[in-house]
């Protein structure tokens, strides 16, 4: 699920999200030992969203054009759909119902 509005406009807009996701995960050896002489790491998990299109609830549909980044849940981006039109997108961890 992710809120979208258009940048010339203030209304959201929920829509359902077509995604893939990447996961990945990076540990990290600090050099340090705990009491047991065993080295303390560190393990940080990603995920890297790439959207494909959005559906919004009045049944429109966004081609999202080529992405660079990945997209991260909670994180606002602006992007521009196929049609060039710019828009705010955020992804939402809400479960569709």
Not at 39 to 58: A, C, E, M
Request: aromatic share 8%.
């Amino acid at each position: 699920m992710v809120c979208v509005t258009a940048s010339s406009y203030s209304t959201n807009i929920k829509a359902i999200a077509d995604i893939h996701v990447d996961g990945r995960t990076e540990t990290e050896d600090r050099g340090e030992e705990d009491k047991f002489g065993l080295s303390i790491t560190h393990t940080y998990t990603y995920r890297d969203v790439w959207v494909k299109r959005l559906y919004l609830s009045g049944g429109g549909v966004l081609n999202i054009a080529e992405q660079d980044e990945a997209w991260h849940l909670g994180e606002s981006v602006r992007h521009k759909d196929s049609h060039g039109r710019s828009w705010h997108v955020r992804l939402l961890n809400e479960p569709i119902l």
